[in-house]
């Protein structure tokens, strides 16, 4: 078994450890983005209420004019936010695939190394009882 071979298996550990790592913080990140839509549809949810509970009532509208801005500005922030987590995210998920094509690589290196090793041990093996054979029939 060569260098090469040996240290295949140590580098598909550490390229899994890493996936390990990036699924977990894929989590976290996806917990945060679910928070932050559920915020932002809270959030819609009490304006079209509010809305609705300022129609045909004039102090009401009044203070709902007021009011809306602010809405429509908190309302911004979360959509805001919630892009952001969406695609820090995308982002997340990118350097996984990346690590799964990885630890692809590694294994297959690993599997064509392995392969060619026993294709190079049964030729030895075949050579020797050759080599054997002419012995035999050299006496």
Wanted: proline share 1%; aromatic share 2%.
């Amino acid at each position: 078994m060569g260098a090469t071979m040996q240290g295949l298996p140590i580098l598909i550990r550490l390229a899994r450890k890493r996936a390990d790592e990036q699924r977990a913080i894929l989590a976290g990140a996806e917990r945060q983005t679910l928070l932050a839509a559920e915020m932002l549809a809270g959030h819609a949810a009490h304006l079209q209420r509010e809305t609705e509970r300022a129609r045909g009532q004039a102090e009401e509208m009044a203070l709902w004019a007021d009011w809306s801005r602010v809405a429509a500005g908190r309302q911004r922030q979360l959509q805001q936010a919630l892009s952001m987590l969406q695609a820090q995210e995308a982002q997340i998920r990118e350097a996984l695939r990346e690590d799964f094509a990885e630890i692809k690589r590694l294994e297959i290196a690993r599997d064509t190394a392995a392969s060619a090793a026993r294709r190079q041990a049964a030729r030895r093996a075949e050579r020797a009882a050759e080599d054997a054979e002419l012995r035999r029939a050299a006496r």
